[in-house]
């Protein structure tokens, strides 16, 4: 079976990174008989000023996008398309609009214990943030969020209370921007194919593919 690495940059306060995620997993299901994907979650930060304390999120997303109608338009978009794959967006019940250096930094220590915690950890950090209007740079949102996936309680929020890893959530974050990414989700295949958006299904399904398909005409032409 072939394998692929799939290194997805992305922020939990990014609603198309959410969207990115539900199709992500319909396009993995479409070719799991074929080609293994391994998934690892990499940060950015779409809003990295933000204080800790977080902002008014409804007042500033309506001063960024120019008033609440531009608002609700692109809202109403995104739950259609939320419908689709799943997801219930409740844009309204969001309050606060965290600082996510901590919920990365949350995420990268899910991932030191393994792809399936980092992946519940995402997910449920997407979920509080879109559907339960829960601030996720609020710690003890995190530290509840950490301990469902069976991460460990007191360890996650002594971590919290620290510095630990902050520097190195910015690294990857410089890294990504170095990189070239400037909007997310971003996705990069085996550390050189990148795919930009939250594009459909079949689109990241064909991709993969194709990807897999040249990784073994190369490893046959080696041979």
Request: hydrophobic share 45%; glycine share 8%.
């Amino acid at each position: 079976m072939a394998s692929i690495r799939i290194d997805v940059v992305s922020d939990v306060v990014c609603p198309w990174c959410y969207l990115g995620k539900a199709r992500l997993e319909l396009a993995v299901a479409e070719i799991q008989d074929d080609i293994s994907a391994e998934i690892h979650w990499q940060p950015y930060q779409l809003n990295p000023d933000y204080p800790p304390e977080g902002v008014d999120h409804q007042k500033t997303l309506a001063d960024k996008l120019g008033g609440a109608e531009n608002v609700g338009r692109i809202h109403e978009n995104l739950r259609a398309l939320g419908r689709e794959v799943g997801i219930v967006y409740d844009f309204e019940a969001i309050k606060i609009g965290p600082n996510t250096l901590d919920a990365h930094r949350l995420i990268h220590w899910a991932g030191i214990e393994g792809p399936e915690i980092q992946d519940a950890v995402v997910t449920a950090l997407f979920r509080a943030n879109f559907e339960e209007g829960r601030n996720v740079g609020d710690p003890a949102v995190l530290v509840g969020i950490a301990a469902a996936a069976g991460m460990g309680e007191k360890v996650i929020a002594a971590l919290l209370a620290s510095d630990a890893d902050k520097d190195v959530v910015r690294q990857h974050i410089a890294a990504a921007r170095h990189m070239g990414v400037s909007g997310v989700p971003f996705f990069i295949i085996d550390g050189k194919y990148a795919i930009s958006g939250a594009q459909t299904p079949d689109v990241l399904a064909d991709a993969f593919r194709q990807i897999a398909a040249d990784k073994d005409g190369n490893r046959k032409d080696l041979n």
